[in-house]
């Protein structure tokens, strides 16, 4: 092979302006990722407190099972967006790196399948009698599932960020110009940290929806129901902070190539946002030691929480945008507005948020006990 990238085909122009469509993903990928977090960290969290909180425990897990549902549909319906937007954007990098990796990418969608029917059976089986083991049995499946389907797609973002990566697993798999589809992204020291800071951040969010279930939510819970879940909110968070800290830090200062650590700190704009993102987990951790205590404040720990999680989508941003530059620059492509299926898109897009804000709007009133789901 040449020094040059393999890269796809070119695209015959962007249907528009480049920053509107980066603004969409990044829109769509915060929408995303504070359902995903509930998701990605919530079924083991409530598989672990099932097993092994005692009463309160038991209660909790269910509490928090009942709602995974809901979060995997808006999580799952929501992600299409970001993925919409990354492939029309970066399509010479993505999907070449996504054929790489081709068998564990379509992989995603069976184990997606199988973890949602996991989450119903957590969260509509019986607790005791013969079903209990059964429902434990598919919570954990779900729960492995879910960190797998995380993996995958840490493989694929930062594989299409790393030509050089890609020219590696071309090299080390292909067979007469063709490739397996078997590969993984494992020599990049950016993965690890990256899913794993990704699974602290889900941790926090998870925790922050536990402290505003226990404060908002269960008002029909008793009063030692309610205090036990404040402090293990409180716990949990402590926890997905210290992993989001220690992750971050690897990422930052260990994994990230020279050049853009460098450039992180040289420039105003990608600073202020790792500061951002690194500080206010912080902030969402304590106010939430002190909603744990006051039974009250949950509401602002959880505005604190997506706030940090707008942070870290244009931090990720500007970051993918640096690397994907080295091999592709979508600034260069010529525009081509295609306005009617942009209009489609919005159209539906609005409409889709109104009906997901319907249904999350059905599964608070569930939550309080004022309506059935």
């Known amino acids: 092979m040449g020094a040059e990238f393999p890269l796809a085909p070119p695209v015959a122009g962007l249907p528009a302006p480049l920053g509107f469509l980066l603004a969409l993903k990044g829109a769509g990928f915060f929408l995303h990722m504070s359902a995903m977090h509930l998701v990605y960290a919530g079924i083991p969290a409530a598989v672990l407190f099932a097993l092994l909180g005692g009463e309160h425990g038991r209660r909790l897990a269910s509490r928090l099972g009942a709602a995974m549902p809901v979060a995997v549909a808006v999580a799952v319906n929501l992600g299409v967006v970001p993925l919409l937007f990354l492939q029309v954007v970066y399509a010479p990098v993505a999907y070449p790196a996504t054929i790489l990796i081709g068998w564990p990418w379509m992989s995603v969608i069976p184990m997606l399948l199988v ?25 954990a499946a779900s729960a492995g599932l879910v960190l ?54 889900g941790v926090t969010t998870t925790a922050a929806y536990l402290l505003l279930d226990a404060v908002v939510f269960a008002t029909r819970e ?20 210290g992993l989001f800290g220690a992750m971050g830090t690897w990422y930052l200062f260990g994994a990230l190539p020279a050049g853009t650590r460098q450039a992180v700190f040289a420039s105003p704009l990608p600073y202020g946002l790792a500061m951002l993102s690194a500080l206010l987990p912080v902030v969402a951790w304590g106010l939430a030691w002190r909603a744990s205590r006051a039974a009250r404040g949950a509401d602002l720990v959880v505005a604190v929480q997506l706030t ?28 081509k507005v295609q306005s009617g299926p942009l209009a489609v898109f919005l159209v539906l897009f609005v409409a889709g948020l ?5 249904l999350v709007r059905v599964w608070i009133r569930a939550a309080r006990g004022e309506a059935r789901p």
């Open 115 to 139: 973890a949602y029917a996991g989450v119903y059976a957590f969260a509509m089986l019986p607790a005791t009698g013969r079903w209990g083991a059964v429902r434990l049995l598919a919570g």
């Open 148 to 201: 797998a389907v995380g993996f995958v797609f840490a493989n694929g973002l930062s594989l299409m960020a790393n030509g050089a990566q890609m020219l590696a697993i071309f090299d080390a798999g292909a067979h007469a110009g063709a490739v397996r589809g078997l590969a993984l992204n494992v020599g990049d020291p950016t993965l690890i940290p990256r899913w794993l800071m990704m699974l602290g951040l």
């Open 222 to 241: 008793t009063a030692d129901y309610r205090l036990w879940a404040r402090r293990w909110a409180f716990r949990i968070h402590t926890l997905g902070l």
């Open 308 to 335: 940090a999680l707008v942070a870290n989508v244009a931090a990720r941003q500007w970051v993918q945008s640096r690397e994907i530059a080295a091999v592709y620059e979508p600034a260069s492509v010529p525009l």
């Open 354 to 358: 109104a009906l997901t804000g319907w």
